[in-house]
């Protein structure tokens, strides 16, 4: 069975707080992110579904993967203000970010794109288009007047250590 994880234990690996995920969730910022368990042993992502299942009070539970995109959403904070932002980000940029992670030898295709750089193509579409790259020279060329870069390596070593022994565990990181 796969180990997950309770919002209080998501803290205590560099996510945010259970009042924070309450209120992301709220605000639907967290579409995709945690699951319920209902009482036929069968996982939602969708309230209304636990609900009309008959569970009282919906408890959400976070895979390993789920804990790792809100540990780097939290720290993009530090890069955007806008939570919707460093959640969609997180979501793209966690594989690499986690191979980052990995004490290995990263994969030829992270050690040439070190950074995301990503940006909305239009103002009022809320999906961000992100491109991989090694070098920031690049971003001109992208056509772009503004975007968010991160550093994925960087990332990586911002995981806590923690989060990153649950990775170990799995193969996920060494």
């Given at each position: ?12 690996l ?112 809320l ?48």
């Amino acid at each position: 069975m796969t180990r997950t994880f309770t919002p209080s234990e998501v803290q205590e690996l560099g996510a945010p707080a259970p009042d924070n995920l309450r209120d992301q969730r709220r605000r639907g910022l967290l579409e995709g992110v945690g699951h319920i368990l209902l009482p036929s042993g069968k996982k939602t992502s969708r309230i209304e579904d636990a609900l009309l299942a008959g569970v009282a009070r919906p408890a959400w539970l976070y895979s390993l993967g789920d804990v790792v995109i809100l540990a780097i959403a939290k720290s993009l904070g530090t890069v955007t203000s806008d939570l919707f932002a460093q959640i969609h980000l997180a979501k793209q940029i966690a594989p690499h970010v986690v191979e980052f992670a990995n004490k290995g030898t990263p994969l030829p295709s992270l050690v040439d794109n070190r950074f995301a750089v990503a940006w909305r193509e239009d103002e009022d579409d809320l999906s961000f288009k992100c491109i991989r790259t090694n070098n920031l020279n690049d971003i001109p060329n992208f056509g772009v007047a503004r975007a968010i870069v991160v550093d994925m390596k960087r990332e990586a070593e911002l995981l806590p250590a923690k989060l990153i022994e649950h990775l170990a565990k799995i193969g996920g990181a060494a």
